[in-house]
């Protein structure tokens, strides 16, 4: 690293053309902020934000393989950026052919890093702060180093890779259910501060799908609506949200992955709608995300017919995202693929030929594919065979720098200690959450006015359900957190936690647990006719005991759930939504949410048993 005085601005330099000493500049001129044991001591260096002209000196200055690497978006295993566990290490060599985050980025010249829960890069808010930094570090100590723009999938509700003590909010369809632009635009921009303040400055969210399908295994609670207005406005908002707090936001999953009974995870989804159910249905969002400066898109893996005949997933379609979405929507941010490790990419192209026909189609970052060796050779060999112009590749990674330039990573891409402890699960943060949640319980079934719960009344309680993983590792398990919550209002709790599939062992040792109780609470997780879960609430109705249903995933349970005395939608089984539940279910809070979505009656799906916007009151 050359070492230079902290208020020399990158601005002067840039201007100087010297891509070389430009990146020098950004790293010493963050470096001055970085304190002796790699802690960012919040010196923040005099520099502007450079302009369109600079970042194009800059970009003259790079070799090909350094543009090639701003253009891809890899996971890495570990906590930190040089000494990660021994595991993890492993885990790099075997998917990657690198030991750690900082061999990766002096290897391939990445342009982003995305963190996962389960790559390990997300313990708590210090140590992800400190990863952030040692990636900035690595890079920016090269000869020519960049900053690195950090991403995740923090949708908050079912997809969340950052967990407590940071603040989880509702998400999407809970968000939908509470009606609330304020709300919804308040909630991201407190996660967006928290992310920002870890250093992670692209945002995979919101999620602009349009929930029409209710067996869409991919999406469900994801998506704010099954109305596409209220669907737009809600992801204007959040793009506000997460942007006027400093972070890039990414709507997803272009063109629309709403009505789908295919996993894009697993295979190559086939979306049926005509160009004018598209016009009508899917677009909306991305119009309203477009119009409201979203930074960037994700695509979908998905067959469009109507779109493009060809047949190609969209994140491969140059009709589709050059076509529709440069050209006729007018988006000249950045697009970036879904997951390139995704089936629904791999089924008809080889891992070496998609991420080139990606970059043919108008993508300009290409996220996390199998094998970045595989991946980066092929783009290389792209452009050295004439196949992908250098001209085409220059496009895309000025975009990538544009964004990092707005984002403040040539200004000051280190986060310090101080900024997390001011900012990241504070008190008013969770207690705004809290809030935000209760306007989003929504209340589908209720008979003889069991609800609120009285202490007097029904001070013994039997809880059970399901209790599947947190999103985030850092919450629950639902029986436990609803329990707790419970039982610090007052009552008396007996648990028992009977999973999603429930035995007839484990329902008759529920109904036996009911007995002498005042009433049951039992969390449901995406019930199906005939499942195991709607014969233990039928099982535990028969006792004669009242039930009381969570409905802690998707509100379609409640069309499964006859038997119950009160049927509850959570959307999500997060604690701050378990905890908003129970308040409302004990009389702390009134029911206030109401259904974003349509529910399908069980015994003739063509038919609706509740409608849009349903929502009972006590």
């Given at each position: ?67 090639v690497g701003q253009l891809f978006v890899m996971r890495v295993y570990g906590h930190t950026a040089t ?386 993983a947190s999103p985030s590792g850092t919450t629950g398990p639902p029986t436990t957190t609803l329990t ?135």
């Open positions: 690293m050359h070492h230079r005085s902290p208020g020399t601005s990158r601005r002067a330099v840039l201007a100087a053309g010297a891509g070389a000493a430009a990146a020098a500049t950004v790293s010493t001129s963050a470096s001055a902020a970085v304190g002796p044991q790699g802690e960012a001591s919040g010196v923040r260096p005099a520099a502007r934000r450079p302009t369109r002209a600079q970042l194009r000196k800059l970009l003259s200055r790079m070799s090909l393989e350094e543009k000494d990660p566990d021994p595991a993890d290490v492993d885990a790099n060599l075997k998917e990657l052919g690198v030991r750690d985050a900082a061999e990766l980025i002096s290897t391939y010249h990445v342009g982003g890093i995305i963190y996962f829960t389960w790559a390990r890069n997300t313990r708590d808010p210090h140590q992800i702060a400190e990863l952030s930094n040692g990636i900035q570090r690595a890079s920016l100590g090269r000869r020519n180093g960049l900053p690195v723009l950090i991403s995740t999938d923090q949708e908050h509700g079912i997809v969340c890779r950052v967990g407590a003590p940071a603040t989880l909010l509702p998400g999407a369809m809970a968000l939908g259910a509470g009606g609330s632009r304020t709300d919804t635009r308040r909630a991201a921009h407190i996660a967006g501060a928290e992310l920002a303040a870890l250093g992670i400055l692209q945002n995979y969210a919101p999620d602009a799908d349009v929930n029409v399908n209710p067996a869409n295994p991919v999406i469900g609670v994801r998506s704010f609506s099954s109305d596409p207005q209220v669907v737009a406005d809600l992801v204007a908002a959040q793009v506000k949200g997460y942007q006027g707090a400093g972070v890039a936001s990414c709507a997803k999953h272009f063109p629309g992955h709403g009505d789908t009974t295919t996993d894009s995870h697993e295979a190559l989804p086939t979306i049926h709608h005509t160009r004018e159910e598209w016009e009508r249905l899917d677009a909306p969002p991305f119009r309203a995300a477009i119009a409201a400066g979203i930074d960037s898109i994700m695509t979908a893996h998905i067959v469009v017919p109507s779109l493009d005949p060809a047949e190609d997933p969209a994140t491969l379609s140059r009709p589709i995202l050059t076509g529709i979405l440069r050209e006729e929507l007018g988006y000249d941010g950045v697009v970036v693929t879904d997951s390139l490790g995704m089936e629904g990419v791999r089924t008809k192209y080889g891992d070496d030929r998609v991420p080139v026909l990606a970059l043919l189609a108008g993508v300009d970052q290409l996220l996390n594919p199998p094998s970045i060796k595989v991946a980066y050779d092929a783009v290389l060999a792209a452009v050295r065979d004439g196949e992908l112009t250098e001209e085409r590749i220059d496009t895309s990674v000025l975009r990538v720098l544009d964004l990092k330039a707005k984002r403040g990573l040539f200004e000051d891409p280190y986060v310090t200690r101080r900024e997390v402890d001011r900012t990241v699960g504070v008190r008013p943060h969770l207690a705004e959450a809290d809030r935000i949640a209760e306007r989003t319980t929504t209340l589908l079934a209720h008979r003889d006015g069991l609800l609120p719960l009285s202490r007097r009344t029904h001070r013994d309680l039997l809880v059970v359900g399901a209790d599947p707790e919550e419970l039982t610090g209002l007052g009552f008396r709790v007996t648990t028992l936690s009977t999973g999603t599939a429930p035995t007839q062992a484990v329902i008759d040792a529920a109904v036996a647990a009911a007995g002498g109780k005042d009433a049951v609470v039992v969390g449901t997780y995406n019930v199906a006719a005939g499942s195991a879960q709607q014969k233990l609430v039928r099982a535990l109705a028969a006792t004669g005991v009242p039930v009381v249903a969570l409905a802690i995933r998707n509100p379609y349970d409640v069309a499964h759930l006859p038997e119950a005395d009160a049927v509850l939608a959570t959307y999500s089984w997060t604690d701050v939504e378990l905890r908003a539940a129970v308040r409302v279910l004990a009389g702390r809070a009134r029911p206030r949410g109401k259904l974003p979505v349509p529910v399908q009656r069980a015994d003739d799906p063509s038919k609706e048993l509740l409608p849009v916007g349903f929502g009972l009151r006590y």
